[in-house]
T-cell receptor, first 111, second 114 residues
Framework: QQQVKQSPQSLIVQKGGISIINCAYE??????FPWYQQFPGKGPALLIA?????SEKKEGRFTISFNKSAKQFSLHIMDSQPGDSATYFC??????????FGTGTSLTVIP | DSGVTQTPKHLITATGQRVTLRCSPR?????VYWYQQSLDQGLQFLIQ???????AKGNILERFSAQQFPDLHSELNLSSLELGDSALYFC?????????????FGSGTRLTVV
């Protein structure tokens, strides 16, 4: 059973546009929601993370929006750049337990 | 460089063989996690060690085993290898036993079983 569902599977965005990736979870005990960025041949790297006590967190061009009642969270990449082209994974965890990852979104930003 | 070191980077072996993947966590991190990433799948959690003790187990096959040594490095042993075991294997580390903090991933070991 997939604990975290991620969509879309792939995304193509024009340079300067907004990229939006969505995730949904079932377990209301989850209390930490990170996003990871992975470039080909590299390991995933932590991009930004949020806890359920806030509805939004922004770091530069990256924003997480969190909807606790809907059990959904999303990653917004503003002013998308070709260098943002990568695979993005959402994840969720309950303190003391392992992360559950989404299946990933392959983002391509075209110039 | 993330600070998590995985060796080897690439491994090609035949079906039925046994291999050992090695991971050195980031300095000061006590927890090590192993994940498998196949082409058409996301990151599948295999197993977690915290300060030498097994902490959590995921979808790890009986043919696979792991351990964490006193110096905190970890090894993942894969035996009786099958073609379907071909994947990227990632190790990640975190400072604590819990996951309320981000993981730091290594660059992975690409295993090809032929």
């Amino acid at each position: 059973q997939q604990q975290v569902k991620q969509s879309p599977q792939s995304l193509i965005v024009q340079k300067g546009g907004i990229s939006i990736i969505n995730c949904a979870y079932e377990n209301t005990a989850f209390d930490y929601f990170p996003w990871y960025q992975q470039f080909p041949g590299k390991g995933p790297a932590l991009l930004i993370a949020i806890r359920p006590d806030v509805s939004e967190k922004k770091e530069g061009r990256f924003t997480i929006s969190f909807n606790k009642s809907a059990k959904q969270f999303s990653l917004h990449i503003m002013d998308s750049q070709p260098g943002d082209s990568a695979t993005y994974f959402c994840a969720a965890s309950r303190t003391g337990n392992q992360f559950y990852f989404g299946t990933g979104t392959s983002l391509t930003v075209i110039p | 460089d993330s600070g998590v070191t995985q060796t080897p980077k690439h491994l090609i072996t035949a079906t039925g063989q046994r291999v050992t993947l090695r991971c050195s966590p980031r300095s000061g991190d006590l927890s090590v996690y192993w994940y498998q990433q196949s082409l058409d799948q996301g990151l599948q959690f295999l197993i977690q060690y915290y300060n030498g003790e097994e902490r959590a187990k995921g979808n790890i096959l009986e043919r696979f085993s792991a351990q964490q040594f006193p110096d905190l490095h970890s090894e993942l042993n894969l035996s009786s290898l099958e073609l379907g075991d071909s994947a990227l294997y990632f190790c990640a580390s975190s400072p604590h036993g819990g996951s309320g903090y981000g993981y730091t991933f290594g660059s992975g070991t690409r295993l090809t079983v032929v």
